[in-house]
C-alpha cells in the first residue's frame, strides 16, 4: 500500500509518525485517508479536544522557545488571544466566554507548570518545530518536533499532548506506541531521550529510566524501554 504514494522519481513518500498511526490502528483508515476519501461533512463550531491541542501547543511553542530563554509568561495573554483568533474566532463571542475562559485558565496553568520543571530541571529549549528525517523498516518517515530540549547534558525530543498521562503510559508500557520510537530513529542520536509533556496533570513521561525528580507541581515519570 505504501506504493501508493511515491515521488515522481519512484521513490516512496515518507510518512508521518501521525500517519504511521493511523496505519497501525486501521490500514484502511488509513488508505481511505491518503486516497482523499473520507467525509467531508460540515460539521458545528465546537471546542474539540484537537483545537484545544493545536491552541495550546501554539502557544507553548511561542513561549518556550530558543529565542525566550528565561521563559517570560508576561506575554502569554496577548498569545493566547492569538491562537485562539487563528484557530478558534468562535470562542470570541459572548455566549462562548465559558468556555473560552476555561481554555485559558488550563493553558496558563499549563505553561506556569513546565516553566517549573524546566527551571528546576536546569533544562533548555534547543529548538521548536525542528524537521526530522529518517527511515524504519525500509519506510522513509518525516515528522516535526515540538521541541529538543537539552537535559543532564542529553538532547530530548519532546511532543507535547493536551491529555492527562494515565492512558500514554499504559500504551507505551504495553508496547503500543510508537512515536517516539520514530523520533529516536530520526534524530540519529543513540544517547538522546524522547518523552511527552502531558499538559493537563503536569507530566513529564521519558521512555527511560532518568534520574530527575518530580516537583511540587510537576511530575517526571522515567519507563524502562527494553
Known amino acids: 500500500?505504501?506504493?501508493?504514494?511515491?515521488?515522481?522519481?519512484?521513490?516512496?513518500?515518507?510518512?508521518?509518525?501521525?500517519?504511521?498511526?493511523?496505519?497501525m490502528i486501521s490500514p484502511l483508515g488509513w488508505f481511505l485517508y491518503r486516497q482523499g476519501l473520507e467525509p467531508k461533512t460540515w460539521d458545528v463550531e465546537e471546542l474539540s479536544v484537537a483545537t484545544q491541542g493545536t491552541i495550546a501547543h501554539g502557544v507553548f511553542e511561542d513561549?518556550?522557545?530558543?529565542?525566550?530563554?528565561?521563559?517570560?509568561?508576561s506575554n502569554i495573554d496577548a498569545c493566547i488571544e492569538k491562537r485562539i483568533q487563528e484557530e478558534a474566532i468562535f470562542l470570541t463571542k459572548a455566549h462562548?466566554?465559558?468556555?473560552?475562559?476555561?481554555l485559558k485558565s488550563s493553558i496558563l496553568k499549563a505553561a506556569d507548570e513546565f516553566k517549573a520543571l524546566l527551571d528546576?530541571?536546569?533544562?533548555?529549549?534547543?529548538?521548536?518545530?525542528?524537521?526530522?528525517?529518517?527511515e524504519i523498516f525500509g519506510i522513509p518517515v518525516a515528522g516535526r518536533t515540538?521541541?529538543?530540549?537539552?537535559?543532564?547534558?542529553?538532547?530530548?525530543?519532546?511532543?507535547?499532548?493536551?491529555?492527562?498521562?494515565?492512558?500514554?503510559?499504559?500504551r507505551m508500557e504495553s508496547g503500543y506506541d510508537h512515536q517516539l520510537l520514530l523520533y529516536r530513529v530520526m534524530l540519529n542520536d543513540s544517547s538522546a531521550l524522547t518523552a511527552?509533556?502531558?499538559?493537563?496533570?503536569?507530566?513529564?513521561?521519558?521512555?527511560e529510566n532518568i534520574t530527575l525528580k518530580s516537583g511540587d507541581n510537576y511530575t517526571i515519570v522515567g519507563l524502562d524501554n527494553d
Not at 515521488?7 to 496505519?23: A, F
Open 196 to 207: 511527552y509533556y502531558t499538559m493537563n496533570d503536569a507530566t513529564l513521561v521519558v521512555d
Open 120 to 134: 528546576n530541571t536546569n533544562t533548555d529549549v534547543k529548538s521548536t518545530e525542528e524537521k526530522l528525517t529518517g
Open 96 to 102: 462562548r466566554k465559558l468556555d473560552y475562559e476555561q
Open 146 to 170: 515540538d521541541a529538543i530540549l537539552t537535559i543532564l547534558g542529553k538532547q530530548l525530543v519532546l511532543d507535547y499532548k493536551k491529555s492527562g498521562s494515565k492512558g500514554r503510559i499504559k
Open 1 to 23: 500500500i505504501f506504493d501508493l504514494r511515491k515521488n515522481s522519481d519512484g521513490s516512496l513518500r515518507p510518512e508521518s509518525p501521525s500517519s504511521l498511526e493511523k496505519l
Open 63 to 73: 513561549m518556550f522557545s530558543p529565542e525566550n530563554p528565561t521563559y517570560d509568561l
